[in-house]
């Protein structure tokens, strides 16, 4: 039998951003970035309130089908309690759909503010599990759990019945590495953007990949100077080059210019990874092209505060 929770009890969740795959390392590398979500979830008698300020007010739903409902929904399940009620109010400064982690940010919220209402029944990993879940994939949802930057996998039981296993582990990044964003004004679909990927690749390619995927965890932790190297990528992102002209031709002036810049996720976002700034020329540039420029640093993980009422 489940428990019941008591009302009035109220928690506040602040999470990082994140960016995945870094370059090469496709649904496996991720980094927790300094931009950050906020959400407040209070026990109520009854019902169901969801209240959403800034990034996506004007188009996120507020029932049930809100992703950090569902996540909470999710995580009270696991940890075998019962809300009566909900009011949640988001206060959302990660851009939405852009290749900056929005949906595995709430998911990582959802399932950390359930944990924290029920006392904190669930460990790290099971944390990881449940927000992973979301996306069917761990960068994302893995970076904002622990901070800084994760290698991650998904381990597919043999069975064909079990759920898959998401885990990360987290990677100490440089004090010199910091990060900018360039962020175009559209949206971009992940599952979209998926679309254009080939169902194979060629050996070379995938060894060109798993090479780069090691340079960039080496890059990382200690030797910053190989960013540019270990952001290197043949096995996604030429392939949404079509799809995202504005992303690529930004990839390509930045790269040119030797900045380590890759496309963000599923994009449309430019990230740079840098240890000195950015020619104030280059981002002037962009932003007078429609991108936004956002300066950010290294985050560390989600943090929980409970009160009572």
């Known amino acids: 039998m489940s428990t019941e929770?008591?009302?009035?009890?109220?928690?506040?969740?602040?999470?990082?951003?994140s960016s995945a795959n870094l370059g090469p390392g496709y649904d496996t590398l991720g980094m927790a970035v300094s931009i950050y979500d906020t959400v407040e979830v209070e026990i109520i008698p009854s019902g169901l309130e969801v209240e959403i300020f800034g990034?996506?007010?004007?188009?996120?739903?507020?029932?049930?089908?809100h992703l950090v409902v569902k996540a909470i929904r999710s995580g009270?399940?696991?940890?075998?309690?019962?809300?009566?009620?909900?009011?949640?109010?988001?206060?959302?400064?990660i851009p939405q759909s852009r290749g900056l982690g929005s949906s595995a940010s709430a998911a990582v919220a959802g399932v950390v503010a359930a944990n924290a209402l029920a006392?904190?029944?669930l460990d790290t990993d099971q944390i990881v599990q449940l927000s992973s879940a979301f996306e069917g994939h761990p960068d994302n949802a893995a970076a904002s759990v622990l901070g800084q930057a994760v290698v991650s996998w998904t381990t597919i039981p043999v069975d064909g019945r079990s759920q898959p296993q998401y885990k990360a582990a987290q990677i100490k990044v440089h004090e010199d590495i910091?990060?900018?964003?360039?962020?175009?004004?559209?949206?971009?679909?992940?599952?979209?953007v998926r679309r254009v990927l080939p169902s194979h690749v060629t050996h070379g390619d995938a060894a060109f990949n798993v090479s780069r995927t090691a340079v960039q965890v080496a890059a990382l932790q200690s030797y910053p100077e190989l960013l540019w190297e270990g952001t290197r990528?043949?096995?996604?992102?030429?392939?949404?080059?079509?799809?995202l002209p504005v992303t690529a031709e930004w990839v390509?002036?930045?790269?040119?210019?030797?900045?380590?810049?890759?496309l963000s996720g599923a994009g449309p976002t430019v990230m740079v990874l840098h240890t000195e700034p950015i020619d104030a020329e280059i981002l002037d540039d962009a932003r007078a092209q429609g991108l936004r420029v956002i300066e950010l640093d290294v985050a560390g993980p989600v943090t929980v505060e409970v009160t009572q009422a």
């Open 119 to 121: 006392g904190f029944p």
């Open 55 to 65: 990034e996506g007010e004007e188009d996120l739903p507020r029932d049930g089908s």
């Open 233 to 243: 990528d043949r096995l996604h992102q030429p392939y949404r080059s079509d799809v």
């Open 178 to 192: 910091h990060a900018t964003a360039l962020v175009p004004n559209f949206h971009a679909s992940t599952q979209a």
């Open 5 to 17: 929770l008591e009302v009035g009890t109220k928690v506040v969740v602040s999470v990082p951003g």
């Open 252 to 262: 390509n002036r930045l790269r040119n210019r030797g900045y380590a810049a890759y």
């Open 76 to 93: 009270l399940n696991a940890a075998n309690v019962d809300a009566p009620g909900l009011r949640i109010v988001s206060t959302n400064n």
